[in-house]
């Protein structure tokens, strides 16, 4: 098995706290959350990064997006939620596998 631990999260290999699964996509609380809800969306397919998709992946990418309002409905961030994708190491990646962060919950966030 390769080394990502995403990869490894969709393949059962590590634990994680799943709220949605697929058979393209999991989605599961961030283990170090940043916001009372922080919830990751995640390709099972290894993908590196948004640099990394094509014009195949449209529909997945889609499919990721709209799962967002969705969770965040479903975990009770009715006033609103943010949405986060970082992108390589200068976009502040620090796992290398595709993934969204929606958050929110408790006080208005910060805009920074
Ligand atoms: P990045 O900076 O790559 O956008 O964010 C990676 C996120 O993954 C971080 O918020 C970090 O807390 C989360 N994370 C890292 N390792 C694990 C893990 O093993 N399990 C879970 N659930 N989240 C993780
Ligand atoms: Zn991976």
New binding site residues.
Partial sequence: MSDC?FCK?VAGA?P??KVYEDDEIIA?????P?APV?I?IIPKAHIVSLSECENNHQALLGRMLLLAPQLAREHGLETGFRT?I?TGRGG????FHL?I?IFGGGDKLART
């Fill in positions: 631990i999260i590590l994680s706290k599961f609380h961030d283990i170090h940043i922080h990751l986060m970082n502040g990646q620090e796992v993934h962060h």
